[in-house]
């Protein structure tokens, strides 16, 4: 029996720290091999966000081979890219600025990726972190 949570997951760095800071330049994530764990969750972090028109636009992809990755279907997320996304607007901490977003993917690809792209000038730090969950044999290594 598992004793915790921590035992039945494992992260990985998407997109390590890094500020966007040219109009329409995003970051391509990691691609992520699933092997043996059912389903991802991945967790958006952005920092001080100042221009109220920035829009930091979220995309996932998945692919049977690491070459060939494709936008998910709907169906295949959990949340939905426009929810992980940063919209335009006033900037409020915890809200459109300093905070962390989350989408799921529940597909059966092997490999997964997501990314970030900003169409603000200014350099907002962002990172995103895939957690892997429900492993198929458990408890699983750390890291």
């Given at each position: 029996?598992?004793?915790?949570?921590?035992?039945?997951?494992?992260?990985?760095?998407?997109?390590?720290?890094?500020?966007?800071?040219?109009?329409?330049?995003?970051?391509?994530?990691?691609?992520?091999?699933?092997?043996?764990?059912?389903?991802?969750?991945?967790?958006?972090?952005?920092?001080?966000?100042?221009?109220?028109?920035?829009?930091?636009?979220?995309?996932?992809?998945?692919?049977?081979?690491?070459?060939?990755?494709?936008?998910?279907?709907?169906?295949?997320?959990?949340?939905?890219?426009?929810?992980?996304?940063?919209?335009?607007?006033?900037?409020?901490?915890?809200?459109?600025?300093?905070?962390?977003?989350?989408?799921?993917?529940?597909?059966?690809?092997?490999f997964?990726?997501?990314?970030?792209?900003?169409?603000?000038?200014?350099?907002?730090?962002?990172?995103?972190t895939?957690?892997?969950?429900?492993?198929?044999?458990?408890?699983?290594?750390?890291?």
């Amino acid at each position: 029996m598992i004793a915790n949570k921590h035992e039945v997951m494992r992260t990985v760095v998407g997109v390590a720290p890094v500020a966007i800071g040219t109009t329409g330049t995003g970051q391509v994530g990691k691609i992520i091999d699933r092997s043996g764990y059912s389903g991802v969750e991945f967790l958006i972090a952005a920092g001080a966000i100042t221009s109220t028109a920035a829009v930091f636009t979220v995309t996932v992809k998945e692919g049977d081979v690491t070459g060939t990755m494709t936008s998910v279907a709907d169906a295949n997320l959990i949340g939905t890219e426009v929810l992980a996304g940063i919209a335009a607007g006033a900037r409020t901490s915890g809200v459109g600025s300093r905070v962390t977003k989350r989408i799921g993917y529940k597909g059966d690809k092997k490999f997964v990726q997501c990314g970030i792209k900003s169409t603000a000038t200014a350099g907002t730090l962002v990172s995103i972190t895939g957690l892997l969950h429900s492993p198929r044999y458990a408890p699983t290594t750390n890291p």
